[in-house]
């Protein structure tokens, strides 16, 4: 680490410039405006009568909140490759309790998330002792544990052939419904993200990425926060879970495999890891590009693996870090 | 239940060649190698085709595993994990990049060579009784050579020079380098030896459960649990690991339906990891 880097004394205590704004940031905020104007507003009625394009983006919207979890946890220094069981816990928690025992889904949704994120706050606690590649693979292992759990959870889960016909959410029945929906759930996200990420509590989750022992050491409560983080990420795996559960109508042990998770995590990477907004970038830029591939859609895994290799040769630190004014704010935060 | 010890003894020897393979990589260069289980299934492909399809001998068959796999070990460290490691800001960088040789390995294997289950007739014919448990011959050769593998590959780190310098470079990599070691060969060397190790792995388990382009995934994810119930990056601990899970397996599959096993296995070994998260043999850390 170079010299002029090391922040003086006086740049730690009045901290980096955003601090001074309440809440997140007017760049943040005028950039959250400018986002639910295109998602809400030109977007529907540019695609009003392409229900295809709009389930696709439905797609992409929900995908990017689920990755907005992933990314929580890359921000406290973890790779966490279980959102996509977490999103199996959400889907199958709405599934059951709405074919089950007819609960609205809109109930359904926030007891989704809690459950996603109980389970996550109860693992949690004990593997987050775990750092990098050993984290990395014990999530691993539990994205394939949770699908088995659900394979065999007899009359519960239904075995393989899974959960059919959950019903649709009250009020919610037509693509452009689903798709605001989902707009509006991925807006609140973010704005929940980017709230977190400029709060101390995102300084804190920087901090321990940095360097856990010395956050630590400076009277951070480590073990308690990066539950907390872990298991908020899992919350939104959760809700996202619950929300597939009622697009597709259907759940099934084979909805989320290993592969899913990766692609969570490959969507924060694309886009950039050190911006809130890079998993949202990345989910839309795979998404969208996907769907215009045609033809070539049988090779999507074969792809991603390129990519996935492209991305770590030429463009390490994501789309996002093209933009020429945000670097510097990256690597400020890295140097501090 | 002298089946189960027969048949764990089996799993186990084979499943320690992948832990050993992944742990050599592991340990020299840092890397957690997430195509350790398409490796394997590269491995087990060139035998179906050498030995298999043009009916050439065995041996030379095994020698073809190792070769492809461990070049296709070599050419990744130098083309791609050394660039990125002088480039990358932060170590995920490498491990998704692995992810991604990964995923490219398995797609191109599933073009390659088709979706299709594949297998090859016994390479011996025959089956040993012992006390109660039957022991096809062919089991047991493939216990021989996984045993005589794991020894010369002990023997080999232990005593040979480039061995030595492997050791060194998994202690401390600058060091290493003030010593006068070629790191870079050194890596080479012991990524391609690695791969190898998955081939020769894979190879070998063909004749016995045959092969698919898709079951790399669960083969690394196995790698995986043998190296955090072993401790990572420790070869005595690896092969504790391997025999950990190939009895577990064993046992498993002679008394529970299907997939509970691996469930089980899970839960067993998260639990475990509580208590032990360095696990068996492993340094403590974090």
């Known amino acids: ?37 295109v998602l809400v507003g030109v977007l529907p009625v540019a695609l009003s009568g392409r229900p295809y394009w709009l389930n696709v983006l439905t797609n992409a919207a929900v995908l990017s909140f689920v990755s907005l979890g992933v990314w929580v946890i890359f921000a406290i220094g973890r790779v966490n490759i279980a959102q996509g069981a977490f999103a199996m816990i959400g889907g199958y928690t709405t599934a059951i309790l709405s074919t089950r025992y007819g609960v609205p889904f809109w109930v359904c949704l926030p007891l989704s998330a809690v459950s ?16 990098g590649v050993y984290f990395a693979m014990v999530t691993l292992s539990l994205t394939e544990a949770v699908r088995l ?55 804190i989750f920087r901090s321990m990425r940095q360097n856990e022992e010395l956050a630590a050491s400076i009277g951070i409560d480590v073990s308690h926060y990066r539950v907390l983080a872990f298991s908020l990420c899992c919350a939104l795996g959760g809700i996202g879970g619950s929300f597939f559960a009622v697009f597709h109508q259907n759940i099934y042990p084979a909805s989320y495999s290993v592969q899913d998770s990766i692609n969570f995590m490959l969507y924060c990477f694309l886009g950039g890891l050190d911006y809130v907004l890079g998993p949202v970038v990345g989910a839309f830029v795979l998404v969208i590009g996907f769907e215009l591939l045609g033809e070539l859609q049988e090779y999507q895994s074969l792809l991603y693996g390129i990519l996935m290799i492209a991305c770590m040769l030429v463009l390490p630190n994501g789309i996002l870090s093209l933009w020429p004014g945000r670097r510097d704010t990256a690597k400020a935060e890295d140097g501090a | 239940m002298q089946q189960i010890l027969v048949n764990g003894v089996v799993l186990s020897a084979n499943y320690a060649l992948i832990a050993l393979g992944i742990t050599l990589i592991f340990s020299i260069m840092n890397i957690l190698n997430f195509a350790h289980g398409q490796m394997f299934m590269i491995g087990g492909f060139m035998v179906y085709y050498v030995y298999g399809v043009h009916g050439l001998s065995y041996g030379l068959a095994l020698a073809t595993a190792a070769l492809v796999a461990g070049a296709i070990g070599a050419l990744f460290e130098i083309g791609l994990f050394r660039r990125v490691k002088r480039i990358a800001a932060r170590e995920e960088n490498s491990m998704l990049l692995a992810v991604g040789t990964a995923l490219l390995l398995e797609n191109g294997a599933l073009f390659a060579f088709g979706e299709k289950q594949r297998g090859v007739p016994p390479v011996v014919g025959g089956v040993y009784r012992i006390g109660d448990a039957f022991l096809p011959a062919n089991r047991l050769l493939v216990v021989l050579v996984s045993l005589a593998l794991i020894a010369a590959l002990l023997l080999f780190v232990q005593y040979t020079k480039p061995g030595r310098a492997m050791r060194a470079l998994a202690q401390d990599r600058e060091v290493t380098c003030l010593m006068g070691v070629d790191v870079g060969r050194i890596s080479v060397l012991g990524f391609a030896l690695g791969a190898a190790l998955a ?55 002679a008394l529970l339906p299907g997939s509970v096993t691996y469930l089980l296995i899970f839960v067993g ?12 043999m492993g340094k403590p850390w974090g």
């Open chain 1, 1 to 37: 680490m170079s010299m002029q880097s090391l922040p003086t004394p006086e740049a730690q205590r009045t901290g980096p410039r955003r601090v001074r704004f309440p809440g997140i940031g007017a760049g943040h905020a005028a950039l959250l405006l400018a986002l639910a104007v």
């Open chain 2, 199 to 253: 081939g020769l792995a894979g190879g070998l388990l063909v004749t016995v459960s045959g092969v698919n382009a898709g079951i790399g995934t669960a083969v690394s994810t196995k790698a995986f649990i043998m190296i955090m119930i072993g401790g990572a990056g420790v070869v005595a601990g690896s092969i504790l690991g391997a025999v950990a899970l190939g009895f577990a397996e064993a046992i498993g599959y």
């Open chain 2, 269 to 280: 070994m998260i639990l475990f990891l509580c208590f032990r998260p360095q696990g068996l």
């Open chain 1, 149 to 203: 759990a659900f394979l065999n959870g007899g009359e519960v889960t239904n075995g393989a052939s899974g959960i059919v016909n959950v019903p649709r959410p009250a009020g919610i029945d037509s693509p452009l419904a689903f798709y605001l929906f989902a707009a509006v759930l991925l807006l609140l996200g973010l704005l929940g993200v980017l709230r977190l990420a400029t709060s101390r509590l995102g300084w």
């Open chain 1, 116 to 131: 996603a994120g109980l389970v996550g706050a109860l693992i949690g606690w004990p593997i987050l002792r775990l750092k």
